[in-house]
Nanobody, 126 residues
Framework: QVQLVQSGGGSVQVGGSLKLSCEVAGLSLRSLCMSWFRRVPGKEREGVAAIGSDNIVRYADSVKGRFNISRDNARNTLYLEMNNLKVEDTAMYFC????????????????????WGQGTQVTISS
C-alpha cells in the first residue's frame, strides 16, 4: 500500500519562498512518476509540476522559472521548492504518485495519478 505524507507549507508574503515535502511509504521513490497539484476552492485541481522515472520534469506555465520539483531517493521524499511566490499561488497543494514508472515527459493530468497526499495549505499575502 502506497502512502504519501506531506509536510511544509504555511503562509508567506509575496516574493517569499516555501518548500513542500512528500514522504513516500510502501514503494521505492526511485522509479516512481510523481507530481504536485494544487486546488483553489471553486476551481478544478491544477497540475503544477511532475517528475518522471527518468527525472524528466514538467511544469505548468504559471510556475515555470519559480518552482522546482526534485526527489531524494535516499529519503524516499519528493520536494517542491517554490520561489518568488505570488498571491495567485495560494492553494491547497497535493503530492501524487502513479504508483509506477513513467518514462518521458510526465503527465500533469490528475486522472493519471492514483495515490495522493493529504494536502497542505499554502497562503501568500500581499
Amino acid at each position: 500500500q502506497v502512502q504519501l505524507v506531506q509536510s511544509g507549507g504555511g503562509s508567506v508574503q509575496v516574493g517569499g519562498s516555501l518548500k513542500l515535502s512528500c514522504e513516500v511509504a510502501g514503494l521505492s521513490l526511485r522509479s516512481l512518476c510523481m507530481s504536485w497539484f494544487r486546488r483553489v476552492p471553486g476551481k478544478e485541481r491544477e497540475g503544477v509540476a511532475a517528475i518522471g522515472s527518468d527525472n524528466i520534469v514538467r511544469y505548468a506555465d504559471s510556475v515555470k522559472g519559480r518552482f522546482n520539483i526534485s526527489r531524494d531517493n535516499a529519503r524516499n521524499t519528493l520536494y517542491l521548492e517554490m520561489n518568488n511566490l505570488k498571491v495567485e499561488d495560494t492553494a491547497m497543494y497535493f503530492c501524487a504518485s502513479r504508483g509506477g514508472a513513467w518514462y518521458g515527459i510526465p503527465p500533469l493530468t490528475d486522472g493519471t495519478y492514483g495515490y495522493w497526499g493529504q494536502g497542505t495549505q499554502v497562503t501568500i499575502s500581499s
